[in-house]
Nanobody
Framework: VQLQASGGGLVQAGGSLRLSCAAS????????MGWYRQTPGKQRELVAV???????NYADSVKGRFTISRDSAKNTVYLQMNSLKPEDTAVYYC????????????????WGQGTLVTVSS
């Protein structure tokens, strides 16, 4: 499974960005897709995840500002980020967990390459 993230960039505080991440490969289904972020010297942290059933979970720091969604037919997950703050600056990684391949084999915890989001004050 390969994950390709896009949509990062430089934005002023209060602005918006939309991240996209498409999973490719011989995929039958994906249970959970999500976004994590990491800044230098810190551990990667959860931003938001969404299950195949549409259940979502957000970090407290982004609740009310970020919205995660997915298009299961396209194996794609999105993150709409509004009211961005300088502390949202990070490399954002997409994740796909419990991926069922067409062979019946499962893959766990697949990661994309990361996309940089920079929010200026």
């Amino acid at each position: 499974v390969q994950l390709q993230a896009s949509g990062g960039g430089l934005v002023q505080a209060g602005g918006s960005l939309r991240l996209s991440c498409a999973a490719s490969g011989s995929i039958f289904s994906i249970n959970t897709m999500g976004w994590y972020r990491q800044t230098p010297g810190k551990q990667r942290e959860l931003v938001a995840v969404i299950t195949s059933g549409g259940n979502t979970n957000y970090a407290d720091s982004v609740k009310g500002r970020f919205t995660i969604s997915r298009d299961s037919a396209k194996n794609t997950v999105y993150l709409q980020m509004n009211s961005l703050k300088p502390e949202d600056t990070a490399v954002y990684y997409c994740n796909a967990d419990r991926v069922r391949l067409r062979t019946g084999i499962y893959e766990f915890a697949a990661w994309g390459q990361g996309t940089l989001v920079t929010v200026s004050s």
